[in-house]
């Protein structure tokens, strides 16, 4: 089975302070992850992707995100938040037992204090 | 066209009634893909395509949902005699054939469907 857990529904920083959301993933064939951001009233924006290449995954807008398969994590990071970073962010899981479907986590909604 | 395009924006149907949704997904992508946003943060799978044929279906209810994908048409996802239930967003996204399972999915806008 797949899944994605999302710690933390809610999380607030300070501008300029280090973004940290957190997602560990359940696989039972290795995974390939993404982390995606929505805006009010929009879709879903692809920050990043992990496809079985480097660990170490940069996106765009200064994001990134590190595989850790011994943690089963895809935490994702950014140095210092701006205000604009205010949003839902949400982790997905596909293998190849998935059929294309991706498994979301419920989501983590980013506040960002001026 | 370069993005994925979800019409209408905005859906607002009496309960019983009849909705219907288009999605036209990036051209040159084969695979296409619903999902319910019914609370803010849950994504609810519900069907996907491979072109015009149903690839995976097992999100859809079985009763009153269908979808289609026909060539050159956008797709569509209908939802008979509609309940209160149903109210949610309505994503659509489509991705590339050839990366298999490391292509992104690619998401429109969303339809939000209001049944009153």
């Known amino acids: 089975a797949q899944s994605v857990t999302q710690l933390g529904s809610h999380v607030s920083v300070s501008e300029g302070a280090l973004v940290l959301l957190r997602c560990n993933y359940s696989s039972s064939v290795p995974p390939y992850l993404f982390w995606y951001v929505q805006y009010p009233n929009q879709g879903l924006q692809l920050l990043l992707k992990?496809?079985?290449?480097?660990?170490l995954v940069k996106g765009i807008n200064g994001f990134e995100a590190e595989f850790k398969k011994s943690e089963t994590s895809f935490h994702l990071t950014k140095p210092s938040a701006h205000m604009s970073d205010a949003a839902e962010y949400f982790c997905a899981v596909t293998n190849s037992n998935t059929g294309n479907q991706f498994y979301f986590g419920t989501g983590t909604s980013l506040t960002v204090i001026p | 066209g370069e993005e994925v395009a979800q019409t209408p924006k905005h859906l607002v149907r009496g309960e019983g009634q009849k909705a219907k949704l288009y999605c036209a997904p990036i051209?040159?992508?084969?695979?296409v893909f619903w999902y319910q946003q019914v609370l803010k943060n849950e994504f609810k799978f519900l069907i996907s395509f491979q072109n015009e044929n149903v690839f995976d279906e097992t999100g859809m209810p079985k009763e009153r949902f269908s979808a289609k994908c026909l060539p050159n048409s956008p797709c569509s996802l209908e939802i008979q005699a509609t309940k209160l239930e149903d109210s949610a967003v309505y994503f659509c996204?489509?991705?590339?054939?050839?990366?298999?399972?490391?292509?992104?999915?690619?998401f429109g806008d969303g339809t939000r469907l209001s049944i009153l």
């Open positions: 051209k040159g992508h084969s695979y």
């Open positions: 996204a489509s991705s590339l054939n050839p990366g298999g399972l490391r292509e992104p999915q690619h």
């Open positions: 992990y496809t079985s290449a480097a660990t």
